[in-house]
C-alpha cells in the first residue's frame, strides 16, 4: 500500500470522526475528497496498487484515545 503525507495547513479535509464512522465504512464519496486525495488514490491506482493509507481517513480524529 502507499500512504499520502499532506500538511493540512488552515484547509477543513475530509475526515474520518465518529459521527462518520459506519457511512465511511460502507463507502466514502470520492466525489466530496479534496482534489489531493483524488490524485492520490487515481496514482495508486494506476501504479497497479489497491491501498492507500490517509490519515485523516484512517484514524478517528475525534477519538482522545487515539
Given amino acids: 500500500y502507499f500512504t499520502l503525507s499532506y500538511c493540512w495547513g488552515g484547509a477543513e479535509v ?6 462518520v464512522f ?11 475528497l479534496p ?3 483524488k490524485d492520490a488514490m487515481v496514482i495508486t491506482r494506476k501504479l497497479g496498487y489497491n491501498y492507500i493509507w490517509i490519515d485523516s481517513l ?9
Avoid: G, M, N, V
Wanted: include cysteine.
Fill in 14 to 19: 475530509t475526515r474520518l470522526t465518529k459521527e
Fill in 22 to 32: 459506519l457511512d465511511f465504512s460502507r463507502a466514502i464519496p470520492f466525489y466530496d
Fill in 35 to 37: 482534489k489531493t486525495f
Fill in 58 to 66: 484512517c484514524i478517528i480524529q475525534d477519538d482522545p484515545d487515539d
